[in-house]
Each structure stands twice: as C-alpha cells, then as structure tokens.
C-alpha cells in the first residue's frame, strides 16, 4: 500500500541549529500537511501546502511542497528546546484521507 | 475552549472486555475520525463519519464498530478486547473542503490490554 517515508527517522541537534527533514512517497499528492506531536498529545497542524513548489512558512518552520508532488520538506530554523517532538508529514489520498509518514523525532540539547 | 475532546484519557483493561471511547468536537465541523497510533507511533486511520454517515471504513476487525449520534460527536465501542488492540487512538475532526485543511486532533486514549 502507500506509504510515506519520513527521513531522518530521529536527530539530536543543539539549541540554535537550523533542522531539515523530509516525507518522500511513490505516490502524487495534491495536498500536504505537517505536524508536530508532543508526548501525551494528539499531533497539531503545522503547514498546509495545496500547490506543487508552494513554499510557506509558520514562524520559524518553513514547508516546501516538491515539485514533482512526491516529496515535502520542512526546516526550523534557530531550533530552541521546545521545538522536541515528532513531526509527521502526511499527504492527501482521496476525500478526507490522509496517509501520515513514519514521523522525524527531534531532540533539542540545551 | 474549542476543541477535540476524548474520554477517557487512560484505559486499561483485560482480554475478552468490551470498552468505549467517547469524542466530542465542539469546532462546528461536519467529519469526524478515529485514527490509531501503534508502538511504532505510527498513525493510521480507521473510520470517518461526514454528518454522521460513514465514509471511510479502513480493513479493521469487525469487533470496532464506530457510532456517530451527531456530528459532533463520534465514539468507538471495541467488543472482546485483545492484546492487539493495545495502542493510543485518536479522535480527529475537520471543516470543510474535504479535509483539505487538515484534521484537529483530541489528545488521545492511551488503551492497554492486559
């Protein structure tokens, strides 16, 4: 079935770096979206991207939608500790499905 | 405060027992999920209700049977509870446009069979 590989699958950075991870899949979507989850919380929305090469951007985090439709990317900047969580991409398959990858998880080092 | 809200929180409970899930949106949407998260934290869904008809109805075993009273409401009832079933679900909602904005998560039902 489908399926969205996420990459890294974890990383451990110190407060201030910049982070980039990335949702690649074999299959088109029309929509992607990121997300954040934190422990013992359900994942909140982060970006929303609707067109091939659309680049948005929420505070310090920033979502690419790749040009060829199968792949997103999303980067922090200046991370600080609060930013740890798992981040999870998840790509629009049909009306009101979304398939969501196998999740990045950062940890901020103070 | 608007939002997703499930109860209960924790649920712990022995083979063979029948439970519940409750879910309660009050953000005005018309579509409503269940979504399950493994060990793994992998997140995938399960049902859909769009103004309390079903939509979506992934291969999940016959033993979870989702109800939907209202829209703004969706429960999930598992019967003979196995050590499978373990696992933290998620009820989620979303507006309109087909879910094209994305969902708005509840902070889940952590369930552990024992």
């Known amino acids: 079935g489908q399926q969205l590989n996420q990459s890294p699958q974890s990383m451990f950075i110190q407060e201030g770096e910049d982070v980039s991870m990335n949702c690649t899949s074999s299959s088109i979507f029309n929509t992607w979206l990121w997300y954040k989850q934190e422990p013992g919380e359900g994942p909140v929305l982060l970006i929303a991207?609707?067109?091939?090469?659309e680049l948005t951007s929420n505070g310090r985090l920033t979502a690419q939608f790749g040009i060829t439709r199968k792949d997103s990317f999303l980067n922090i900047s200046a991370s600080i500790p609060s930013d740890v969580g798992i981040y999870f991409c998840a790509g629009q398959t049909g009306t009101y499905k979304y398939i969501f990858g196998t999740g990045t998880r950062l940890k901020v080092l103070a | 405060d608007t939002a997703v809200s499930q109860t209960p929180k924790y649920l712990v409970t022995q083979m063979g027992n029948d439970k519940s899930i409750k879910c309660e949106q009050n953000?005005?949407?018309?579509?409503m999920y269940w979504y399950k998260q493994d060990s793994k934290k992998f997140l995938k869904i399960m049902f859909s209700y769009n103004n309390k008809e079903l939509i979506i109805n992934e291969t999940v075993p016959n033993r979870f049977s989702p109800k939907s009273p209202d829209k703004a409401h969706l429960n999930l009832h598992i019967n003979s509870l196995e050590l499978g079933d373990s696992a933290v679900y998620f009820c989620?909602?979303?507006?309109?446009?087909?879910?094209?904005?994305?969902?708005?998560f509840g902070s889940g039902t952590r369930l552990t069979v024992v």
């Open positions: 953000l005005g949407h018309d579509t």
């Open positions: 989620a909602s979303s507006g309109p446009g087909a879910g094209g904005y994305g969902y708005t």
């Open positions: 991207l609707y067109k091939a090469g």
